[in-house]
């Protein structure tokens, strides 16, 4: 994609509006993506918005001109890749962070208990960024890092639906890291994202 200077802040403020939108709910899974009719709202010609969602497809949140909807399998196959990277980068984090890293883990799942919503999201996704990133491994960090997207979605829904036990495993995971127990650390993470991905399920069967 070849953007001259003056299509550029455009595009990347275009991207940024739509993103948010499709994040923050406003616009919801399935809803059709219209070019000419965000062109109107935005204030914007084509090209940013084009621009635009062709990068949105590449997070994954537009799919088919619409925001997307993932379907049970679509959730299951992003959900085994997350346990597979997940449950590993656990294991990883109990044989290598160090200390006061291992603490802050446990400052995550004290806003858990405590903060506001908005709160509990961002320290919820630290809580698993960190981990991940304790892999030490730029492959694996890429892989989650694009996924982030979708991710997010997903924590906020196991967040606004108050999905049971979450700090409590959160809590768990740290435990096991903190006693440097590697095999229980990633046992426990596995368990706890196959718990998300129900927690998921279930809600958007009774949506």
Request: aromatic share 6%; glycine share 4%.
């Amino acid at each position: 994609m070849h953007e001259n200077n003056s299509s550029r802040p455009a595009y990347h403020q275009c991207y940024e509006i739509l993103r948010d939108k499709i994040l923050n709910g406003e616009l919801p899974s399935g809803t059709k993506i219209v070019e000419e009719k965000l062109a109107a709202e935005l204030g914007v010609s084509r090209t940013p918005i084009r621009d635009s969602i062709r990068k949105l497809e590449n997070e994954g949140l537009i799919v088919q001109k619409k925001v997307v909807k993932p379907t049970e399998k679509d959730l299951r196959n992003l959900f085994n890749v997350r346990i597979l990277l997940e449950g590993y980068s656990a294991k990883c984090a109990a044989n290598f962070l160090k200390d006061n890293e291992i603490e802050e883990l446990y400052k995550y799942v004290e806003i858990g208990r405590s903060g506001t919503k908005d709160e509990i999201m961002s320290a919820n996704e630290s809580f698993h960024n960190d981990i991940v990133k304790a892999s030490n491994n730029p492959l694996m960090i890429d892989i989650i890092d694009r996924m982030q997207a979708i991710i997010y979605l997903f924590r906020k829904t196991v967040v606004i639906y108050n999905r049971p036990h979450l700090i409590d495993e959160h809590e768990e995971i740290y435990d096991a890291i903190k006693s440097r127990n590697g095999e229980k650390a990633e046992e426990l993470m596995k368990k706890h994202l196959e718990n998300d991905l129900n927690f998921y399920l279930h809600v958007m069967s009774n949506q």
